[in-house]
C-alpha cells in the first residue's frame, strides 16, 4: 500500500506560493507596461478581492449585502490616514520603494482591513435576526451613513476628500492581496467552518435545529469579507493617490453585487472571471463612448436572461443510464 507524502504541500497553499512569485515577476517589469494597461491591470485585482470577499457574504453565507463599498471606504480612508498623518512621523527619511516603506505600507493595509472588519461587526451584529431583503436595506443605509459621515468630517477632507496619498500601490501587492483572498476564502470554504456557511444560507432553521449557530457564521463571514474589501478600499487609494465619498456610493455595491451574481453565487471561479470581464467590458466599449453605458446596461441584461445562474456557473448534469 503506497501512502501518501505527509510532507507535500497543500495544492491551496501550492497556488497562493506560484501567485505570490507571479506577483514578485510582473511586479520587476511593471516598469515596462504602459501607464493605461497598468490601470486596467491593477483595476482588475482591486475588484476580484471585492468580488470574492463579497461572494464569501453573498454566495456561501447567502447573507445580501448592498454595503461592501462602504467597507472599502472605510478602509481607503484608514489607509490614507495612516501613511499621510503617522508615515512621516514613524519613516520621515524613508528611501523610496525601500525595506521601510514597505513596512508603512503593509501596515496601512492591515489597519484598512481592522478597520474596515470593525465596521463589518457592527453591522453584523444587529442585522443577526435579518436576512434577505431586510438586511440588504440594513446594508444599503450602512453604506450611505459611511459616506456621508466621510462627506461631513473635515479632518479627512470632507466633500472633497484626500489628496497627495502615497503612490504605494504595486502589482505586486495587488496580485498578493487578491492571491491572499482567494486563498483564504477558499481554505475557509472548503473546511468544516465552511459547512456551516452553507448551512445557514440553504436553512436557518435547520442549521439551528442541528446545533449550528447561524448568528456566528453571518458575524464571522460579514468580518472576514469586510477585511478584504477594506484591503482593497486601501490598495485603491494609493494607487489613485485620491479618494473622495463620492468614489464608494451606491453605484460602486452594485458594481461588485453585479460581479459577484454573473459569476455565480458561491462559485469563487466564476467570480473571478466576472470580475474580470466586467473590468474589461467598459474598456472595451471606449470606442463607442457615446453609446458604451448603454452597450453596457444591454449586455449585462441579456447575460442575466441567459445565464440567471451565472454566466460561469457550469454545472453538468448526472448522467442516467437508460436500462
Not at 504541500?9 to 506560493?17: E, N, R, S
Request: aromatic share 10%.
Amino acid at each position: 500500500m503506497i501512502k501518501k507524502n505527509e510532507t507535500a504541500v497543500p495544492k491551496p497553499l501550492l497556488g497562493l506560493l506560484l501567485a505570490l512569485g507571479a506577483a514578485a515577476g510582473l511586479s520587476a517589469f511593471s516598469d515596462r507596461i504602459d501607464p493605461y494597461h497598468l490601470d486596467v491591470l491593477i483595476g482588475v485585482g482591486i475588484n476580484i478581492i471585492l468580488a470574492v470577499s463579497l461572494n464569501l457574504i453573498g454566495g456561501h453565507t447567502g447573507q445580501f449585502s448592498l454595503g461592501h463599498a462602504g467597507f472599502m471606504a472605510v478602509g481607503a480612508y484608514a489607509a490614507a490616514a495612516v501613511t499621510l498623518f503617522l508615515g512621516p512621523r514613524l519613516i520621515p527619511d524613508a528611501a523610496p520603494g525601500g525595506f521601510q516603506e514597505n513596512a508603512l505600507f503593509l501596515g496601512a493595509l492591515l489597519s484598512a482591513g481592522l478597520a474596515a472588519a470593525l465596521a463589518g461587526l457592527l453591522v453584523g451584529i444587529p442585522s443577526l435576526r435579518l436576512r434577505g431583503d431586510y438586511l440588504a436595506l440594513v446594508t444599503l443605509g450602512f453604506g450611505e451613513i459611511i459616506r456621508v459621515l466621510l462627506q461631513n468630517f473635515e479632518p479627512l477632507g470632507g466633500a472633497l476628500g484626500l489628496n497627495g496619498i502615497p503612490p504605494y500601490t504595486t502589482v505586486f501587492w495587488v496580485v498578493a492581496s487578491a492571491a491572499l483572498a482567494i486563498y483564504v476564502v477558499g481554505c475557509l470554504v472548503r473546511s468544516t467552518y465552511g459547512l456551516g456557511f452553507k448551512a445557514v444560507r440553504d436553512d436557518e432553521i435547520a442549521a439551528s435545529a442541528v446545533g449550528l449557530d447561524p448568528a456566528r457564521y453571518k458575524v464571522v463571514a460579514f468580518v472576514i469579507g469586510a477585511f478584504f474589501a477594506g484591503i482593497a478600499g486601501g490598495l485603491f487609494g494609493h494607487f489613485k493617490m485620491t479618494i473622495t465619498p463620492s468614489g464608494f456610493d451606491f453605484t460602486r455595491s452594485i458594481e461588485i453585487v453585479v460581479m459577484v451574481i454573473l459569476g455565480g453565487l458561491g462559485n469563487t471561479f466564476g467570480v473571478i472571471l466576472a470580475a474580470i470581464l466586467l473590468t474589461l467590458l467598459p474598456e472595451v466599449l471606449r470606442p463607442v463612448a457615446e453609446y458604451r453605458l448603454v452597450l453596457y446596461a444591454v449586455l449585462l441584461v441579456a447575460l442575466m436572461l441567459l445565464r440567471p445562474r451565472g454566466l460561469f456557473n457550469f454545472r453538468l448534469g448526472r448522467r442516467v443510464s437508460s436500462s
